[in-house]
């Protein structure tokens, strides 16, 4: 159905209001900047120290109480207090955890890490998590991806239904795939809003 769709026929560039952030999507690999975020702190002299992150109490698993043979394998591991922790599981236990990995304590209240899961012992990044089952290879999210994501939930999610506005049964698709659900929501509902919008799906 969109395959056939020329993109230059909806007269609005992808580069600008909607889409104008998803470029730097491939930045955000969420429990890595964390942890390089600390660690710079914890390490800078006291002039250049954000104290407010430097002193906050983190926790992470420990890689010799880890009993994942898959986090072993593929997990991100640095150290930290001389042990060698995880600070981010594979994408399997990453989902079973509900996207998170470790905390941190700031104020004396706890907070969780958001975490994208790893894969050969670096943390995918949000763009990553968009591209993983799509043969394409890009620097950014580009039209094609758009308009594979949108053939794939037209085609895999509603079948031909009418309920396209349906987002649930989009997040319950991807989640499936082992895409964290604040990825589906941040990125991949938008993309197939704007679908629904310039192709009129829901009239």
Known sequence: MFKDIIWEQTRVSLEE??????KRVKALSPATL???????????PNHFRDEGIADLD???PLKKKITCKDCLKNGTFKTHDSEEVCISGCLECAHKKGWFWGTYTEKE????????????????????????????????????????LGQEIYDD????????????????????????ERIIRKYILPVWNYIVHIYRLDE
């Open 17 to 22: 209001n909607v889409f104008r952030d998803y």
């Open 58 to 60: 983190i926790e992470y």
């Open 34 to 44: 964390f942890w390089n975020t600390y660690n710079s702190n914890v390490n800078a």
């Open 109 to 148: 209240t706890m907070h969780k890490i958001n975490c994208n899961g790893s894969i050969d012992g670096t943390e995918l990044s949000d763009l990553d998590h968009m591209y993983r089952y799509s043969d394409f290879e890009e620097s950014h999210l580009s039209r094609d991806r758009i308009l594979e």
């Open 157 to 180: 999610v509603f079948y031909g239904e009418l309920d396209y506005i349906n987002h649930e049964k989009v997040v319950v698709h991807f989640n499936r795939k082992l895409i964290p």
